[in-house]
């Protein structure tokens, strides 16, 4: 658990914690009786303007926390090379899953 923090900023993982302790908290909150009078089948209006948020957030945590002089000084082009091919093929199962599980749905 502890390689957890030293290998991801803290930024990054206190917002995920956050975020998902806001999350929790809402939905004991709300309940399911009442939640389910929002659920209209996919993503709701309501919860719309979170998921953007959230999606931005993440990735200004990210931006916020990367250092390219350090990946420059110490010469990281086949690491990064490595990444952006294995998040390429990441991204295909999860295309392929997605049609899997969802073909024949209409979009919300």
Avoid: H
Avoid at 14 to 40: I, P, R
Avoid at 53 to 81: D, H, P, Y
């Amino acid at each position: 658990m502890i390689q957890i923090w030293f290998r991801f900023p803290p930024k990054f993982v206190l917002g995920y914690l956050a975020t998902w302790l806001l999350l929790w908290g809402v939905g004991f909150a709300v309940g399911a009786a009442v939640s389910w009078k929002f659920m209209t089948g996919g993503i709701t209006p309501q919860t719309e303007l979170f998921r953007y948020f959230f999606f931005a957030l993440t990735f200004m945590s990210i931006g916020l926390t990367t250092r390219f002089k350090t990946l420059a000084e110490i010469k990281a082009g086949r690491m990064i090379v490595a990444y952006i091919v294995s998040l390429t093929i990441i991204i295909l199962i999860g295309l392929a899953l997605s049609i899997v599980f969802f073909a024949g749905l209409p979009p919300p």
